[in-house]
């Protein structure tokens, strides 16, 4: 018996080797110099591309094939698939797409959020509201920007009076901006709006958008952002993003900045970086994501508490941005962007956006050496800030 199933399994492996054999020799044939001739196919032989169930997945498909310069260069939009034709929007890409309302399949049952994001989802332009002009005059080594609401006037005053005080540190100069967008009347926000306006004559570091500046319109201020940086500040050296709850140890950073070397000098983008992660299932989780919006893993991405990286890298996120449909949660879609340009977030170990041990918070010695922690209070910004500008301090 066993020796049958020997002879057979024989058998059947030389049957392979002699098919393989065929397709390789057919596939070789010579021409009458006696030269290897190489065989191309008359048609197309890469598999037609289906669409993807999930949303953002069908948009992401659909700008991959309107960007892909062999398929644009040698078809007409007849060629191309039907379902392509979905996101040509018929009118302003601004206005409600209520397209969607029937593209998405459970849309009917998503959460509002869901419902607002995916109406306004082709939606980049919004209007500026503030944009202190001259901010850039000088070209910034490191630009800090926080991403803040309306009301948080506390957070950002003692940003202004400890890690994110701008003019020139460690002979470095440093610039400070602040992004906002708009709370709305309709979100129930209090009409902010003339305490906002003098903070801004008073401080001019505030850019303001008018767009509703809510959790999943972070996206939009990050795009908004990246169009900023190519028009008002391209001369940045590098650039920081984060919260207006984190401590930022500004000295830290501009002493980590000032001896990197090239390559890695332009091509830096480090943080708290999540690798093998991928959308929530959970309703009840803040950063849920249905099934019928995205189906895959999510690239290495940095953390959105705070992350550094160069001019350099901003421009190319910039453009690459174009070409990436807008993803609610925004320090996804920048992992999205970054693998979009072959690159990935590096980890370093500075950026504590879990925070540290609680033993260790109230020792001075423990800032030291970070570049990030989160959370902390305004309160907590100005003690910690205080601590690491003393002569006293003597950490071995
Ligand atoms: C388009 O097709 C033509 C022949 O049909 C070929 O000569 C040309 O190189 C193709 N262009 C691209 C960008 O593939
Ligand atoms: C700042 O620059 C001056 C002159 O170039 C130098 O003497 C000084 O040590 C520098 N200070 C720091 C903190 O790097
Ligand atoms: C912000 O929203 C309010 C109310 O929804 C609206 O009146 C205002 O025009 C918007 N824009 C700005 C810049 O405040
Ligand atoms: C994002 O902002 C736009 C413009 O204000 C708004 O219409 C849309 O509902 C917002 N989206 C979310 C998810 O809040």
Same mark, same amino acid.
């Given at each position: 018996?066993?020796?049958?199933? %020997?002879?057979? %399994? ?11 054999? $065929?397709?390789?020799?057919? !596939? =070789? ?17 890469? +598999? %037609?591309?289906?669409?993807n169930?999930a949303y953002w997945n069908r948009?992401q ?11 644009? +260069?040698?078809? =007409? ?5 039907? #379902? ?7 009118? @302003? ?32 332009? /919004? ?24 009301? !948080?006037? &506390? ?7 400890? #890690? ?5 540190? *460690? ?16 979100? !129930? ?24 500046? =809510? ?5 939009? %201020? ?16 590098? $650039?920081?993003?984060?919260? &207006? ?5 500004? /000295? ?14 332009? &091509? ?10 991928g959308p ?9 994501i249905p099934e019928s919006m995205y189906v895959g893993k999510y690239?290495? /991405? *940095? ?9 350099? $890298? *901003?421009?190319?996120?910039?453009? +690459? ?6 993803y609610p949660i925004?320090?996804v ?14 980890? !370093? ?5 879990? @925070? ?10 423990? /800032? ?16 910690? #800030?205080? #601590?690491?500008?003393?002569? @006293?301090?003597?950490?071995?």
């Amino acid at each position: 018996m066993a020796m049958q199933r %020997k002879r057979l %399994k024989l058998v059947v492996t030389l049957m392979i080797n002699l098919f393989i054999f $065929i397709l390789i020799f057919r !596939h =070789s044939s010579q021409d009458k110099n006696g030269r290897q001739k190489v065989l191309i196919p008359s048609e197309p032989f890469w +598999a %037609k591309v289906t669409p993807n169930v999930a949303y953002w997945n069908r948009q992401q498909q659909i700008q991959d094939l309107q960007n892909n310069p062999i398929l644009s +260069a040698n078809s =007409s939009d007849t060629d191309l698939p039907d #379902w392509l034709s979905e996101t040509t929007l018929t009118s @302003d890409p601004c206005e409600r797409n209520i397209r969607v309302t029937t593209q998405v399949k459970d849309y009917n049952s998503l959460p509002d959020r869901f419902k607002d994001f995916l109406l306004y989802m082709h939606c980049r332009s /919004y209007p500026t509201v503030m944009d202190p002009p001259d901010i850039c005059k000088e070209p910034p080594f490191l630009l800090l920007a926080v991403k803040s609401q309306v009301s !948080h006037f &506390d957070r950002r005053q003692a940003i202004r009076q400890s #890690w994110g005080q701008a003019g020139v540190i *460690a002979n470095q100069t440093v610039v400070t901006v602040f992004l906002l967008g708009n709370a709305t009347v309709w979100d !129930h926000h209090p009409d902010l709006s003339h305490s906002l306006q003098d903070e801004s004559t008073r401080h001019q570091d505030i850019i303001q958008w008018d767009y509703r500046d =809510s959790f999943f319109n972070l996206t939009v %201020k990050e795009v908004l952002f990246l169009e900023w940086i190519q028009a008002r500040c391209p001369g940045a050296r590098f $650039i920081f993003k984060g919260d &207006d709850d984190v401590f930022v140890n500004t /000295y830290r950073i501009l002493d980590f900045l000032k001896g990197l070397s090239e390559p890695k000098a332009r &091509d830096l983008f480090v943080g708290d970086v999540i690798t093998d992660a991928g959308p929530h299932r959970d309703k009840k989780v803040k950063y849920f994501i249905p099934e019928s919006m995205y189906v895959g893993k999510y690239p290495p /991405y *940095a953390g959105g508490g705070g992350y550094l990286y160069s001019g350099d $890298i *901003a421009a190319r996120l910039h453009s +690459a941005s174009q070409r990436v449909p807008l993803y609610p949660i925004d320090d996804v879609y920048t992992g999205m962007c970054l693998k979009k340009l072959g690159l990935a977030p590096e980890k !370093h170990k500075g950026f504590r956006t879990f @925070d540290i041990e609680e033993k260790y918070r109230s020792n001075p010695c423990a /800032y030291k050496s970070l570049m990030l922690v989160h959370p902390r209070t305004p309160q907590q910004m100005i003690q910690i #800030w205080t #601590w690491l500008r003393s002569p @006293d301090l003597n950490c071995q």
